[in-house]
């Protein structure tokens, strides 16, 4: 390549960048307009990119777009926000207990996988090939059990975040049980892909691997919070910022190349970076929050980026028409049993009613990872394009909800009369 060509390329992407940027502030205000959460238009418009595109300027432009950049700018800003977000939700005070995390995430997945199933009892035995297709039949099984089971962390984390939930009981609950989750679905996609090729492959290799990063994270952990290193972290932010995004994008994409998700690169990068107590002698100091605190805000700058690249790999091919009928099953079972299912398990893990119907509204959040989800199916040659399309909007349609209802949630509790004690009157006393 020239150098004139490269000067064009990048100039060619920041154009692109731009157009996706304004594209993403328009989102916003509409959200807003129907108040609905700010990343809801974001998403909704980017997805929206693709078929506006090819509409409106044709295949040769949608053609030459620089997704390639794109892609890579879009997945650059997930992982430093995501880190961003998990090491805030660290920092936040230790008022989760262990037992709501596991009661909230078993139910939260346990609910979603055994509907998934009955989904796919349906879809074996109903004798329709449009929904059916010719993936064996515990292929199919698995995938569409993980495919109700899903919580898209990063969508979640900009509603979190867009109604100040960040650092609260709920927020840090609800994001720990959706990184758990993530973490989980990849497995059973894993397992799904290797049933459909005839064996279980790599699963095994990669449960292992987590294991190792989890340690591996840990042992950073110690050497980062070393006093020395949160002097020289409170002293060089700037440099600080650098290293923790160089850290996030190495891991996320070391994660990446073998098989598992970014996200949990995000996580376990953000589990290695100290916080708040760290350091002995400054229990109250975050010596690496400003750095991680700006990490973020590129990142949440970029991630519209994300949206719009996943619309274009999403929506690329054609589709056959739609089975209504799968798209109303497929939406009702999805926000059965993911609600229902998170509810259920932060009821057993002691949390108030309110709080568990909170929780299961937050984690019915699927959007982008399940749409990659989906994306990962459909090329596999598991799902059929008019199951594709049933579980896409599903997808859409719980993430729409999500902040809609959250906000109704807390509407209802606000407007509920607080009893007050009366005073009892005692015999001889006033």
């Given at each position: 390549m020239s150098l004139v060509e490269g000067a064009a390329r990048v100039g060619w992407l920041v154009a692109a960048l731009a157009a996706v940027l304004l594209l993403a502030f328009a989102g916003r205000l509409v959200a807003r307009a129907l108040r609905q959460p700010a990343v809801i238009g974001e998403v909704a418009f980017g997805l929206a990119a693709s078929p506006l595109v090819l509409a409106v300027a044709g295949p040769g432009v949608a053609a030459a777009l620089p997704l390639d950049w794109l892609g890579t700018c879009g997945h650059i800003g997930l992982v430093l926000f995501l880190v961003g977000v998990i090491h805030e939700l660290r920092s936040a005070p230790r008022f989760v207990r262990g037992r709501a995390i596991g009661w909230t995430t078993a139910g939260a997945v346990a609910v979603p996988l055994a509907a998934g199933a009955g989904l796919a009892a349906w879809v074996l035995t109903g004798g329709d090939g449009g929904l059916r297709g010719d993936a064996p039949a515990a292929s199919l099984a698995v995938f569409l059990a993980v495919s109700l089971s899903v919580t898209a962390v990063p969508v979640l984390a900009r509603i979190l975040s867009d109604h100040n939930l960040v650092g609260t009981r709920i927020g840090t609950l609800a994001m720990t049980v959706a990184v758990v989750t993530d973490a989980a679905a990849w497995l059973l996609v894993a397992l799904a892909v290797s049933l459909k090729a005839g064996g279980l492959g790599e699963l095994p290799a990669l449960a292992g691997l987590i294991v190792v990063a989890l340690l591996g994270a840990f042992a950073v952990r110690r050497v980062l919070g070393t006093p020395r290193l949160l002097r020289l972290a409170a002293r060089r932010p700037r440099l600080t910022a650098l290293f923790v995004a160089a850290w996030g994008l190495g891991v996320a994409a070391a994660l990446r190349s073998w098989g598992l998700t970014e996200v949990l690169g995000a996580a376990l990068a953000a589990l290695a970076i100290p916080t708040v107590g760290t350091n002995p002698d400054r229990v109250d100091r975050d010596d690496w929050g400003e750095a991680v605190r700006a990490v973020a805000r590129v990142g949440r700058l970029l991630v519209p980026v994300f949206f719009v690249v996943t619309g274009f790999s999403v929506f690329a091919e054609p589709f056959a028409v739609a089975s209504w009928s799968?798209?109303?099953?497929?939406?009702?079972?999805?926000?059965?049993?993911?609600?229902?299912?998170?509810?259920?398990?932060?009821?057993?893990?002691?949390?108030?009613?309110?709080?568990?119907?909170?929780?299961?509204?937050?984690?019915?959040?699927?959007?982008?990872?399940?749409?990659?989800?989906?994306?990962?199916?459909?090329?596999?040659?598991?799902?059929?394009?008019?199951?594709?399309?049933?579980?896409?909007?599903?997808?859409?349609?719980?993430?729409?909800?999500?902040?809609?209802?959250?906000?109704?949630?807390?509407?209802?509790?606000?407007?509920?009369?607080?009893?007050?004690?009366?005073?009892?009157?005692?015999?001889?006393?006033?």
């Open positions: 799968a798209i109303a099953l497929v939406t009702l079972v999805g926000l059965v049993g993911k609600v229902g299912g998170a509810y259920a398990g932060a009821r057993l893990g002691g949390e108030p009613r309110e709080v568990a119907l909170s929780l299961g509204v937050l984690l019915n959040t699927r959007g982008l990872t399940e749409l990659v989800v989906l994306q990962i199916g459909y090329d596999a040659g598991i799902l059929t394009p008019a199951m594709f399309l049933a579980l896409a909007v599903m997808a859409l349609v719980t993430t729409a909800l999500t902040g809609p209802s959250y906000a109704l949630i807390q509407y209802a509790a606000h407007r509920r009369p607080r009893t007050v004690p009366v005073p009892v009157a005692h015999n001889g006393g006033l």
